[in-house]
């Protein structure tokens, strides 16, 4: 497939409970470059989750243009890679070891692997799944979750064969998934206030139930001494999990109704988080326990998903809804 190549303009803009209190957040030195992207509407590009690959080119799901993107970040171009079967609203994506980009289907019941040297896509439909949402890659499988269907499951990449379940709780809406060092991945039940605990050798999904009746965990960062961080989009908390302690904290956002969202742990351990409703990046260092906001210079984007490229220092958004893609230098 042939990719429309596209040039884009890059621009520089400037089980024990303890509850903290809200941090006073301050601004920092970091800021946010944005680089526009071809799609400006209507409708505008609407980047859902970004991924980076380990040459540092970053790749987007474009939900309602309905192709992957490519984005040079030391050049501003951009490659646009339509999905073959239409309107399948790309949602989840990551780049697996072999550099293959892989996303998933949301509308349409699949997950599609775009070869980078190629541009080909293959697309795997994921069966009773029907809204593969977030996906992982698991010793050369892809695990993912599926938000309305209540479901989880495998793809293997080498049968095409994939395996699903249903998650224990009704209408617990699997969102994000990550893995743990020791080797077991995590789901964010967004629809209740639980998170699962799934061991990929037996694909049980252990449910472990946040303190709050109202808490609703949309995505998880999970930090190198195992803690579990999830962002409680509905109160407005960054939530932390520690499982080998079975203690709970909680962190409330710089803003009331900030509604947290995407996240990610930087190289130093300290926590990235969006907040919807200032239209921000929060840094939280887990050591001091402040927060210290990052104001996203595009007013109206909605920040789903970001991702963290270790090897260059960068914090990578998607800014939904504004056609654009956001980075922020970590190392000052």
Request: charged share 20%.
């Amino acid at each position: 497939m042939r990719a429309n190549i596209l040039r884009s303009v890059a621009a520089c803009l400037a089980v024990a409970t303890l509850v903290a209190a809200t941090p006073r957040a301050s601004r920092l030195a970091f800021s946010v470059r944005e680089y526009l992207l071809p799609h400006l509407g209507p409708p505008p590009a609407f980047a859902h989750d970004p991924a980076v690959g380990p040459d540092g080119i970053v790749w987007f799901a474009d939900q309602q243009s309905h192709y992957i993107g490519r984005l040079d970040p030391e050049t501003g171009d951009v490659k646009e890679f339509p999905t073959p079967t239409p309107k399948s609203g790309p949602h989840g994506i990551i780049v697996a070891p072999d550099g293959a980009v892989w996303y998933t289907g949301n509308l349409v019941a699949n997950i599609g692997r775009l070869d980078p040297r190629t541009g080909k896509i293959r697309e795997f439909p994921t069966g009773d799944a029907k809204d593969p949402h977030t996906l992982i890659w698991y010793y050369g499988k892809i695990w993912f979750t599926s938000q309305q269907s209540n479901k989880y499951g495998v793809l293997d990449p080498k049968t095409g064969e994939v395996k699903v379940y249903d998650a224990p709780t009704p209408r617990s809406l699997p969102y994000g998934i990550q893995r743990h060092p020791d080797g077991t991945l995590w789901i964010a039940l967004f629809g209740t206030n639980k998170l699962g605990h799934l061991d990929p050798a037996t694909a049980k999904l252990t449910e472990v139930t946040l303190p709050d009746a109202g808490a609703r965990p949309r995505r998880l960062a999970i930090t190198a001494d195992g803690r579990i961080w999830y962002s409680d989009y509905a109160r407005g908390y960054l939530g932390m999990f520690d499982p080998a302690k079975k203690t709970f904290r909680e962190f409330g956002a710089p803003d009331d109704g900030a509604n947290p969202y995407g996240m990610s742990v930087a190289p130093d351990g300290a926590i990235w988080f969006n907040v919807v409703k200032p239209g921000a990046m929060v840094r939280f260092d887990p050591k001091s326990e402040k927060m210290e906001t990052v104001p996203i210079p595009t007013r109206g984007s909605v920040v789903r998903n970001v991702t963290i490229d270790s090897t260059r220092g960068r914090l990578w958004i998607a800014e939904s809804g504004v056609s654009r893609i956001g980075r922020i230098d970590l190392k000052q």
